[in-house]
T-cell receptor
Framework: GAGVSQSPSNKVTEKGKDVELRCDPI?????LYWYRQSLGQGLEFLIY????????KSGLPSDRFSAERTGGSVSTLTIQRTQQEDSAVYLC?????????????FGPGTRLTVL | AQRVTQPEKLLSVFKGAPVELKCNYS??????LFWYVQYSRQRLQLLLR??SRESIKGFTADLNKGETSFHLKKPFAQEEDSAMYYC??????????FGQGTRLTINP
C-alpha cells in the first residue's frame, strides 16, 4: 500500500516568508510525528499527534513553528517568518497505535532552504 | 536528560571487514533502543529494535546497561551496507530521541 507522503519535496523560500509543509500519513494510522533533520544536528523530534488527544508540542523550537492535523489524517507544519537556521529536511512519520510503541514509518521528507 | 550519542560522524571500512557503529545513551529507567537506517535516496527505516533481539541484514546490536551502550555490529561488511545509521531511544510511549547519525561507507 501507499506509504507516508509529503509535499512539496523541495521548498526554497526567502527569509521572513511563511511556509507550509504537508504530510499524508498511512491510511488508518492514528499517530503522526514531525521531525527535523539538520546537517550536524541529527534528527530532532518536533511534534506528535495521537488521535484526538492534544498534540505533544514539546519539540517545537520556537513559537514560529506550529502544526495542525485535520480530521485525524493530513497534517500541516507551518513555519512563520522563516530564518536561515530553519533550513533542514522535515520528516513526517506515522504509526498505527499510540498505546505502546509501534513502528514509525517515515515519509521522503521536504527539503526546506531559506535564502 | 535522555540523550543518544553517536561519537562517529563518519566511518569507513573495507568490504568483508567487521563493522561496529557506536551508540551510547543516557536514560533513567529501562531503555528501549533502536537502530534506523537511511540508504541513499531512500526513506529512513527501522533496522532493528533491541527488544526483538533479531539479526537483520547480518546486523546485531546488544544492549549493555552497564556501559549504557547499544553498538551495531556486522562481522563482514558489504557494499550495500553503505548508508546513514541512526541510533534512537524511545522516550515515553512514542517519542524517539535520535543520535546525530553515522555515515557508513563500505569501500570495495
Amino acid at each position: 500500500g501507499a506509504g507516508v507522503s509529503q509535499s512539496p519535496s523541495n521548498k526554497v523560500t526567502e527569509k521572513g516568508k511563511d511556509v507550509e509543509l504537508r504530510c499524508d500519513p498511512i491510511s488508518g494510522h492514528t499517530a503522526l510525528y514531525w521531525y527535523r533533520q539538520s546537517l550536524g544536528q541529527g534528527l530532532e523530534f518536533l511534534i506528535y499527534f495521537q488521535g484526538n488527544s492534544a498534540p505533544d508540542k514539546s519539540g517545537l523550537p520556537s513559537d514560529r513553528f506550529s502544526a495542525e492535523r485535520t480530521g485525524g489524517s493530513v497534517s500541516t507544519l507551518t513555519i512563520q517568518r522563516t530564518q536561515q537556521e530553519d533550513s533542514a529536511v522535515y520528516l513526517c512519520a506515522s504509526s498505527s497505535t499510540g498505546g505502546g510503541y509501534s513502528e514509525q514509518f517515515f515519509g521522503p521528507g521536504t527539503r526546506l532552504t531559506v535564502l | 536528560a535522555q540523550r543518544v550519542t553517536q561519537p562517529e560522524k563518519l566511518l569507513s571500512v573495507f568490504k568483508g571487514a567487521p563493522v561496529e557503529l557506536k551508540c551510547n545513551y543516557s536514560y533513567s529507567g529501562s531503555p528501549e533502543l533502536f537502530w534506523y537506517v537511511q540508504y541513499s535516496r531512500q526513506r529512513l527505516q527501522l533496522l532493528l529494535r533491541h527488544i526483538s533481539r533479531e539479526s537483520i541484514k547480518g546486523f546485531t546490536a546488544d544492549l549493555n546497561k552497564g556501559e549504557t551502550s547499544f553498538h551495531l555490529k556486522k562481522p563482514f561488511a558489504q557494499e550495500e551496507d553503505s548508508a546513514m545509521y541512526y541510533c534512537a531511544l524511545l522516550r515515553g510511549a512514542q517519542k524517539l530521541v535520535f543520535g546525530q547519525g553515522t555515515r557508513l561507507t563500505i569501500n570495495p
